[in-house]
């Protein structure tokens, strides 16, 4: 999805060094995620345009979504690590497809909550919350089997601090309950 994962991962000693500390760790590199296969479009190729950008972020999502749930089929905590913010998706969907609740806790200075509606430039790395939280792209989201919105009442965004968009009149570009600075200053 990103080469950051990628290099971090591969260090030498990466999952000796997790180990070292109590944790069994089994590393799964998704190193072929933009090659869909026919599990992931059947046998109807109109499913996932070859070579689109939305084509290869479902894809790799498809292979993120599996990857999360054969861990958590084994009792494993997937932990992962993603050089782009719409790699979430995947991990939703994953944990979707086990029937176990859980909401999301958002780390990240973007809101990453822009709609088509509200982006000026169309951007999906700023629309991601507002995916999850099935805000927008609803029957894409819905492409990535196990994939449910998440309610806002269960998602908290910590630290939102820019936008890539400029808000216009009643546009809200946040998603759930909203932690950052301002928020604690004015409850302090």
Known sequence: MATAPEILLREENAPQSISKHGFDVDVILLDKADQATEAEYG???RKIPAGDQMGRILVQNMHMASAINYARKKGDLPIACLGTCSGSLGV???LGRTGETFGLVWFDAHGDAD???TSSTGFIEGMVTSVIAGKCWTAYSRSLPG???IPEAHIISVSVHEFYSNPGPGDDLTV???VSKPTI????
């Open 185 to 188: 200053d004015q409850l302090g």
């Open 115 to 117: 709609t088509p509606e």
């Open 176 to 178: 759930g309950t909203v």
């Open 92 to 94: 939703i969907a994953g």
């Open 43 to 45: 046998s109807d190729f």
């Open 147 to 149: 994939f449910l919105p």
